[in-house]
């Protein structure tokens, strides 16, 4: 089994900052790619970055140069700061991860979320 943990989020000005993190535990013999998505109320669940393993990142366009993920490859642990944070980004944010299990199957496994709230 594998379990992704998320935490980090909370309320928060617009204009303001916050850190997420997700760890990976469990029975992990290697891990791939981790993303972060999002859901804001009413609308479809949306990819905000993802990172390879070696460390390649991409963006959704409309975080760039404001978001920036990371990961600890010795802590299994995925991080996404976001800056200049906007009302609009209120939502529940999802780490995912691809991970290879010690029985060598492969799946993409999710975590609970965690809420975002950007609100004055």
């Known amino acids: 089994q594998v379990q992704l943990v998320e935490s980090g989020g909370g309320l928060v000005q617009p204009g303001g900052s916050l850190r997420l993190s997700c760890a990976v535990s469990?029975?992990?013999?290697?891990?791939?790619?981790m993303r972060w998505y999002r859901q804001a109320p009413g609308k479809q669940r949306e990819l905000v970055a993802g990172?390879?393993?070696?460390?390649?990142?991409n963006y959704a366009d409309s975080v760039k140069g404001r978001f920036t993920i990371s990961r600890d490859n010795a802590k299994n642990t995925v991080y996404l700061q976001m800056n200049s944070l906007k009302p609009e980004e209120t939502a529940v944010h999802y780490c995912?991860?691809?991970?290879?299990?010690?029985?060598?199957?492969?799946?993409?496994?999710w975590g609970q979320g965690t809420q975002v709230t950007v609100s004055s």
């Open positions: 990172i390879s393993s070696g460390g390649s990142t």
């Open positions: 995912t991860a691809d991970v290879k299990t010690i029985a060598k199957v492969t799946a993409t496994y």
């Open positions: 469990g029975s992990i013999f290697s891990i791939y790619a």
